[in-house]
């Protein structure tokens, strides 16, 4: 991890190394195909853990830097989108491993008084021995806050409803310019570090390698949408809806303005907000692909949905390790042990 942020971070220094080699100078625009799948372009870090905002404009400054020009309206429209809303902010503070560092200790106290308070109700008082009370609930605490923290650690691997997926939508634009972000963290030196990376990534080849992979599985199509059930039915999104009166919009388009009745808008005005919140709804969108769409469409929709979760695993240099050499034309895909195309396989279609 340290790695990959002093490599996304070059351009801070006076001389840097390009991915090619050659000495540049810091703020020096280099082209976009100098770089290859997999490597880090740029990063920006919260600035405090407590409050996890990244600053966006510094962010696509950065990437201007690195000879990628990208509009507004593909970069910080999305992204403020997708992480600036005060409810994901809390979810990344209660959610950071600093955070969860810090629990951990509090979750050990919490168990030993519950293990001993429990355990000492059904022992005799008079032969108990008090010492070896206390370490058979240190003990029983210290496994119950291991198998705890590591059910955390594992859940860290797997897709990520409120930040990951909620940045395939900010993957979609910036695929366009051959990029895919991630939100990453860690802790070093006791001081927790969140990141947004930005990696280079060209998604032709795998978009090719993932089509043929799944022309070659068309004659087992029943298989193929019982692992995309298996693997995706829980990824659902809910979200508000507003449904608005028909008859009611028309009514008020079939009159002039001039010719409506000033009581009837003045109290439709005042309850305008009431009647919003009433007509709120919620409506479940699955990204689950749909097994009828042609390969291609599947393939393009799979590797969007595991973009930010594979960009989050490749920084914290948490991928896993593919269970055989992969061929030689997916090989070459990207600098990392496991392309793209080979992480959505390993988790959906295998």
Known sequence: MEERERQCNEEERVDVESPTGQSVTAGEP?????????????????????????????????LESKGFQI??????????????????????????????????????AVLWCAVYSTIHMYLNSETTNFWVLCLCVSLVSIILTTIINLIFHYSNKEINMNTDVRLVGVNEHMVRHKLL?????????????????????????????????????????????????????????????????????????ELPEEEQPLLVEGRERSTSTSQREDS???????????????????????????????VRLLVSNKLPIPPQQPSGARQHHSTSGLCLCEFVELKVLR
């Open 30 to 62: 280099d082209t976009a195909a100098t770089w290859r799948n997999g490597q880090c372009v740029a990063s920006v870090s919260t600035s405090t853990w407590v409050t996890p905002t990244f600053d966006f404009s510094r962010c696509r400054t950065l």
């Open 181 to 253: 972000l991630g939100v990453a963290d860690w802790v070093q030196k006791c001081r927790g570090k969140m990141q947004l990376f930005c990696v280079y990534w060209d998604l032709s080849p795998c978009l090719l390698s993932l089509t043929e992979a799944l022309d070659d599985m068309s004659f087992v199509r029943d298989q193929i949408q019982n692992k995309l059930k298996k693997r995706m039915s829980h990824l659902v999104l809910v979200t508000e809806v507003t449904t608005l009166d028909p008859e009611a919009g028309s009514q008020d388009e």
């Open 280 to 310: 709120k709804l919620t409506k479940n969108f699955s990204l689950m692909p749909d097994i009828t769409l042609p390969n291609q469409a599947i393939a393009q929709q799979l590797l969007m949905t595991y973009s930010a979760l594979y």
């Open 71 to 108: 509009p507004g309206e593909d970069f910080e429209g999305p992204l403020h989108l997708a992480l600036d809303h005060p409810s994901v902010r809390r979810y990344l503070l209660f959610n950071s491993n600093i955070f969860n560092v810090i629990m951990a200790p509090l979750l050990y």
